[in-house]
């Protein structure tokens, strides 16, 4: 379908508006008005109804608004109720500068859009001035040939009165206003050729991710590491700072970790004596587990030497290293506790000092069992004389 | 009629230009080659810019400690540059937006320009906080988004949330505001000069505007909409940074004073720059028909009352610390004014409460060059003011054994340069590619058929 139209050309604001006013008078319909500014009053003169837009604007906002308060209150009261500072869970004050902006936000967005979506305004759309000059100086006036009755020439004369510089006839289709179909050819030429290209390049690029090996010694690259190497010295690299030149550096001599306790000993018999007499067994035989936690330690640490029974027949002595003397027989039942505990801890003769394999508790555990394996399986309180 | 046309002021535009005229000579700088002037603004500014950006690099490949910061002092530089820049878009908001809704009709000259800045100033007072950080690709961590932390949200209760809020919508809402306001331009730029990939782009962006009035119809009601929506937001951002120290529990921040003082203050300092800029663009790209007294003498004005109403917030300062009877607000009003940082308070005094004060003399008014030392020395000061705020609050805190002084580094004054090379940069650019004055709406005020207009009997 086809619609005739008439267009005049003017060169002022003030001839534009009295025509709108005269054509309107006659009862012409106006299509529309070109101008290279909002002149003041058109609308008004044109009878044009305010645009809805104002409603698209407040209910963007009201929406807007709305989420915001209701996303708040949902991640800081339901999703994970975070407590800050005591304040409530929906501290409602504290959400209103972003219900705010997110209603501005919303509202400005949202009527932009729906401005860009009634005016059918796009990104790339071909600016076609209806005549030339209409967004310079020059205003259009496009009043529509409604039937037969229209009469050009009367319309004419009244826009020649008004100071039209130009008039013309024009024959429109339909639904194409202004944008012309010629670019349309070559722009689906132009487009077939881009798609072209891009799938050239995937095909380029996927063939040389399959043909160029990836060199697995290689690692990766890094990109914003994050803090993952740190610049410390690790406990084995070499350390300039220190005399011996390693980073881990033996304790201060005395010094005790948490929950350990002082063992004011040293590794001499003298003081093996001495520990006999001064320390108890802090384990009580009868509880639960103690004995059973002793004879784990013992067959793990003690049988591979001094034998599944304490006789001093472990694997290590059969196989010629010297034999300890028998757990179950002589000396070792008559010696206190705090004795053997010395002797475990610092060693003796050829045995090694366990003190950095054993914990202080699981010494005392394997005492109380060495002790189950003699007769009479009784301990021996510090203070008794061997 | 003829009466009221002899006692109203001169014309907004000089020269007695015609429609036409307006189009070719605001495109004119866009056509044709840029000049030696502007070719050598642009190299200083980029060659600064290259520097912020050296500093910026290094200063995040090493780490925060390449800045003065200290355990007591842990906001100095950064901050106070955000703070400014924030302030500075401000003044771009109240042109295009506030005086609009007020119908001033002189906003149409300095609007594009004065909007233009504030995207520019947001853009660099955003870039403050990022690099703050420290681990700046780490920044989306400030986005309420679903993560496997959880999900663990960000604190909505907290006033540097509300200032990531407040700053984004604030730049979104000025892009937007400044892009409608360009469409018509574009379209008229697009249909101009040499064909070539300069008309394609600004024909691209010009969206396929045809001039058609029902479009018109609906952009004047959008047009308005936003301004609306950006004279609250303007007053909600600068309020929302003021939180950030308002909610503190510091002397010196601790006030109620602090939302308006804020507001008032970026008023008054991106007024100062929109003057400065005005100032230096009417002469370089020759727009002395178009930013006349007519601008220039309410924008003095304005800055002259935002800067009294400024001086009034530092004296309701003081009153406040003596009123309420707090030894330690009374100390630090007075340790902003004999403390070890007394020169800045008494520079920020001189810049922002005195010199304003000459522009109550029409005299000075007319005075261009006067006007444009006056509104340096504002900038000056404004800047000064949030050190004040910052530094010197912060600095000698409740516990005497944590005082300390804060000295910026080189790196830190590098990054500050390179905040105003991003920022002259960008406007340079603007003025090069984009019609620096709004075309259309000029058009609308030169005053062709204005009077006429009240004769054309309604039916």
Known sequence: ?386 | MAEARLASPPPLVAGDKSPADVTREICAPMERRPSGLWWSAFLVSASVLALGVAAVAYEISTGIGTWGLNRTVGWAFDITNFVFWIGIGHAGTLISAILLLFRQKWRTSVNRSAEAMTIFAVVCAGLFPLIHMGRPWMAYWVVPYPNYRGPLWINFRSALMWDVFAISTYLAISLVFWYVGLIPDLATASTRGKPGWRRRLLGFFSLGWDGSYRTWHRYELVYLLLAGLATPLVLSVHTVVSFDFATAVLPGWHTTVLPPYFVAGAIFSGMAMVLTLMLIARKVMHLEDYITHRHIDPMCKLTLLTGSMVGLAYLVEFFTALYSGNEYEQFGASNRLWGPYGWCYWLMIGCNVAAPQLLWFRWVRRRLPLVLVIVILVNVGMWFERFVIIVVSLHRDFLPSSWTMYVPTSVEIAILAGSFGLFFTCFLLFCRFLPMIAIGEVKGVLGHGQTDCAEVTIP
């Not at chain 1, 902006?101 to 759309?125: Q, Y």
């Not at chain 1, 004011?264 to 639960?288: I, K, R, S, V």
């Not at chain 1, 587990?289 to 049988?303: H, L, P, S, W």
């Not at chain 1, 060693?347 to 010494?363: F, H, I, K, T, V």
Request: net charge neutral; glycine share 10%; aromatic share 8%.
């Open chain 1, 1 to 386: 379908m086809t619609r005739r139209v008439l267009i005049a050309v003017f060169q002022q604001d003030s001839d534009l508006l009295r025509a709108v006013a005269a054509v309107r008078a006659a009862g012409w319909k106006i299509d529309d008005v070109y101008a290279p500014y909002a002149v003041h009053g058109l609308d008004r003169a044109l009878g044009w109804r305010p645009s809805r837009l104002s409603w698209v604007c407040a209910a963007c906002g009201l929406a807007g608004a709305a989420f915001m308060l209701w996303f708040q209150q949902w991640t800081s009261a339901v999703s994970w109720p975070l407590n800050v500072g005591g304040k409530p869970w929906n501290s409602l004050p504290a959400f209103v500068p972003i219900i705010f902006e997110g209603m501005v936000l919303a509202a400005g967005l949202g009527t932009v859009l729906a401005l860009f979506l009634v005016a059918r305004l796009r990104p790339g759309k071909k600016t076609l001035p209806i005549v030339p000059g209409v967004f310079d100086d020059r205003f259009a006036l496009v009043i529509e040939e409604t039937d037969a009755t229209f009469d050009a020439a009367a319309v004419s004369e009244l826009l020649r009165n008004h100071h039209a510089v130009e008039i013309e006839e024009r024959v429109w289709e339909a639904d194409s206003c202004s944008t012309g179909a010629a670019g349309g050819a070559a722009g689906s030429r132009s487009r077939r050729r881009l798609n072209y290209l891009l799938l050239l390049v995937l095909i380029v690029l996927v063939a040389a991710n399959m043909l160029v090996p990836r060199n697995q010694a290689q690692p990766n690259r890094e990109f914003l590491p994050d803090m993952a190497h740190s610049p410390a010295y690790t406990s084995e690299s070499a350390n300039p700072n220190f005399a011996d030149g390693e980073t881990l550096q033996p304790p201060v001599l005395g010094t005790l970790a948490q929950g350990q306790r002082r063992l004011p000993y040293a590794a001499t018999d003298a003081d093996a004596l001495l520990a006999g007499q001064e320390l108890h067994n802090p384990l009580p035989a009868g509880q639960a587990g103690v004995r059973e936690r002793g004879a784990v330690v013992f067959q793990n640490f003690c049988t591979p030497c001094h034998g599944g029974g304490g006789l001093g027949d472990g694997p290590v002595a059969l196989r010629g290293y010297p034999a300890p003397p028998s757990l179950v027989t002589g000396n070792s039942t008559k010696m206190p506790d705090g004795q053997l505990f010395h002797i475990i801890t610092y060693g003796r003769a050829n045995m090694p000092p366990q003190a950095g394999l054993l914990s202080p508790e699981d010494r005392w555990a394997v005492i109380l069992h060495i002790r189950s394996l003699q007769t009479p399986n009784t301990s021996i309180p510090a203070g008794t004389k061997p």
